[in-house]
């Protein structure tokens, strides 16, 4: 089992940044591929980027490409979500997930991840 928390969550004005961590707390998360979907209210939940387990790939939905930036630092058991330029659309709970090496497959389906953390919530204001 892999516990997984969010954090740095809050609300910001349209523009402005925020940036939002994932850890896992005395648990390695250097064998896993690690993901960010968020969902806003009346939504599905839909993928953000996710980061494979050497950071070398680093798949992004086209909404947020060029806006967000996803990294981990396996040292310190932790995975980060940059989000600049953020829109009022970009409302809502950021869940960070992960999936054991070799089990995913595209890393974009929320279905693809046994592990999920709690959410944390992320509001833009116009």
């Known amino acids: 089992q892999v516990q997984l928390v969010e954090s740095g969550g809050g609300l910001v004005q349209a523009g402005g940044s925020l940036r939002v961590s994932c850890a896992a707390p005395g648990r390695t998360l250097s064998t896993y591929n690690m993901g960010w979907f968020r969902q806003a209210p009346g939504k599905e939940r839909e993928f953000v980027a996710a980061?494979?387990?050497?950071?070398?790939?680093?798949p992004y939905a086209d909404s947020v490409k060029g806006r967000f930036t996803i990294s981990r630092d396996n040292a310190k058991k932790t995975v980060y979500l940059q989000m600049n330029s953020l829109k009022p659309e970009d409302t809502a709970v950021y869940y960070c997930?992960?999936?054991?090496?070799?089990?995913?497959?595209?890393?974009?389906?929320?279905?693809?991840?046994?592990?999920w953390g709690q959410g944390t919530q992320v509001t833009v204001s116009s």
């Open positions: 980061i494979s387990w050497t950071g070398g790939s680093t």
């Open positions: 997930a992960a999936v054991p090496l070799g089990a995913g497959a595209t890393l974009r389906q929320a279905t693809e991840y046994p592990y």
